[in-house]
């Protein structure tokens, strides 16, 4: 076949070009609502543990976990905190 | 730390595919033959080898994942497949736009290049499926970097098939009888090659450090007692 004239190609190729960068920019988007989804996660997290060192602190019991747990816990806390600096 | 080195690697990204773009339009001579429309080359073809390398990364991460066990090289074989799955679609998209600009048909079934390599695409599209069928998340890792290593050996053999075949319509542009590309191409190639390479490095990245953080929030979780949130992905493998 005998090469398309400019302005008949120039629609073909922005067509690939364009069609790539939709499907990276999808794929950022989806991405960036998972990171939204820990960010709220996160947000979530800290609220319980604020909840919970309040709780401790007023000598009420805490949301969750059963009794006798507790020093078991911060320890886990305290061992995955440190992993998560090692790292 | 996945997320180390992120900004700099996309940075370079971002600067590779700029000056790649900028020497494809301004730089690369057009075709003789093709004209304008041989401008997707610089896309599709960087996209199908990056492709399919990164099926072969995959394969070598699953590879490592059995001999060792540890469920890293499983996510790290899973998001491999996973952004070359999206190059994947992407090669066939440009693909078909490119054949339908330089053949006048969107595909050609008797052309064994396009053939092998919808064949290898298609193989690796029932990974997802195939990973989501196992419950036990143990046999599940297993199960699947037994199938990268497997589907991974097929890539190679498509390299050598679509090198031997007698191709019809596909153009040949590496080391033909012709001598090949001129300087000039070959430059804009090169770029195109390495920022697209760049970018595939990138976005798994990107993807391995937002798994890590997700895992080592379900980690904070558990040790908070906390109540599950009940989001988590039961296909994808976690960083944990």
């Given amino acids: 076949m005998p090469a398309l004239p400019l302005d008949e190609a120039g629609k073909y190729v922005a067509g690939a070009y364009v069609v790539f960068l939709v499907l990276i920019l999808v794929y950022v988007a989806i991405m960036a609502s998972k990171l939204q989804r820990i960010e709220r996660e996160l947000r979530e997290l800290a609220g319980f543990a604020e909840q919970r060192r309040r709780g401790e602190g007023e000598g009420a019991p805490r949301p969750r976990g059963a009794a006798g747990r507790d020093a078991e816990t911060e320890e886990r806390v305290d061992r995955v905190a440190e992993e998560m600096r090692a790292r | ?240």
């Fill in chain 2, 1 to 240: 730390m996945y997320g180390k080195g992120l900004k700099t690697l996309s940075i370079a990204t971002v600067a590779t595919l700029a000056a790649a773009a900028c020497l494809v339009f301004f730089y690369a001579p057009s075709d003789a033959d093709q004209g304008f429309v041989q401008k997707i080359f610089y896309l599709h073809v960087p996209l199908a080898i990056v492709a399919l390398a990164g099926f072969v990364v995959a394969a070598v991460h699953a590879i490592r994942h059995l001999r060792t066990g540890d469920r890293r090289h499983d996510a790290r074989s899973y998001v491999a497949i996973h952004l070359s799955i999206i190059f994947g679609t992407a090669v066939l998209v440009t693909g078909a736009i490119w054949a339908k600009a330089s053949w006048g048909k969107w595909w050609v079934w008797d052309e064994p290049t396009l053939v092998s390599f919808l064949i290898v695409f298609l193989l690796y599209a029932t990974y997802y499926p195939f990973r989501y069928a196992i419950e036990d998340s143990e046999r599940q890792a297993r199960y699947a970097s037994v199938f990268a290593i497997t589907a991974g050996a097929f890539v190679p053999l498509n390299f050598i098939a679509v090198r031997l075949a007698e191709s019809l319509v596909h153009p040949r542009v590496f080391a033909t009888a012709e001598g090949g590309m001129p300087g000039k191409m070959w430059l804009t190639f090169a770029v195109s090659i390495a920022g697209m390479a760049l970018l595939w490095t990138t976005l798994v990245k990107f993807e391995l450090t937002a798994k890590n953080a997700s895992g080592q929030l379900k980690r904070l979780r558990r040790a908070l007692d906390a109540p599950d949130a009940g989001t988590q992905s039961r296909i994808a493998p976690e960083l944990s």
